[in-house]
Structure formats: structure tokens, C-alpha cells
Nanobody
Framework: QVQLVESGGGVVQAGGSLRLSCAAP????????MGWFRQVPGKEREGVSC????????DYLESVVGRFTTYRDSAKSVIHLKMDNLQPEDTGTYYC???????????????????WGQGAQVTVSS
């Protein structure tokens, strides 16, 4: 059972930046595609980004392209979501997740993700 532990949420003004981190203590993420998802009460969960296990493919929600970047610190088995130029509509609870999908593909639709983090709250004020 892989446990994903998130950190880095917070409150920021519009235009600010945050970095979310997702660690898997004691486990390697080498064979997992990783995704970031966000949930806002009353709305469907949406896939914000994903990264293939090989690291050669990333995909982003259109509204965050150019502002969010997902990358991995292989040495520490940690994956990050760097969020720049945050806007109020980015407010939500962000979850990292791992899919047993090894290779050069990933998906943001939520399917195949078997391990989920506890969630990190991001609040962007206008």
C-alpha cells in the first residue's frame, strides 16, 4: 500500500505562487504515472496535470497551461506541482494520485489511479 503525503497548500493573493509536493515515503514512484486533481465543493473533480512514469509526457488542464508545472525529484521520490500566477478560480482542494501505468503516457481523467493523497487546500484571494 503506497501512502502519498501532500504538503504545500496555503492562502495566496491572485498572481502569487505556491508549490505542492507529494511524497511516497519508503516507496519508489519510478513505475507510476502521477496526476494532480482538484476538487471544489459542488463541482466535479478535474484533472489538473499528469506526468508519465518515464517523465517524457506531461499533460495539463487548458486553463493552467503556462502557469502550472509538474515535475519530479527522483532522488527523493517526490513529485511537485509548481503553480504560478494563481487566480481565484484555482481555489480548491488539490490531490496527488498514482496510477500503475509505466511508460510514456498519462491521463487526467482519473481512471487507473489507485493511490491518493490526503489533499491540500489552495485558496487564492482576489
Amino acid at each position: 500500500q503506497v501512502q502519498l503525503v501532500e504538503s504545500g497548500g496555503g492562502v495566496v493573493q491572485a498572481g502569487g505562487s505556491l508549490r505542492l509536493s507529494c511524497a511516497a515515503p519508503g516507496y519508489s514512484l519510478d513505475y507510476y504515472a502521477m496526476g494532480w486533481f482538484r476538487q471544489v465543493p459542488g463541482k466535479e473533480r478535474e484533472g489538473v496535470s499528469c506526468r508519465s512514469s518515464h517523465g517524457d509526457m506531461t499533460d495539463y488542464l487548458e486553463s493552467v497551461v503556462g502557469r502550472f508545472t509538474t515535475y519530479r525529484d527522483s532522488a527523493k521520490s517526490v513529485i511537485h506541482l509548481k503553480m504560478d500566477n494563481l487566480q481565484p478560480e484555482d481555489t480548491g482542494t488539490y490531490y496527488c494520485a498514482a496510477a500503475m501505468l509505466h511508460g510514456s503516457t498519462c491521463q487526467r481523467d482519473g481512471s487507473g489511479y489507485v493511490y491518493w493523497g490526503q489533499g491540500a487546500q489552495v485558496t487564492v484571494s482576489s
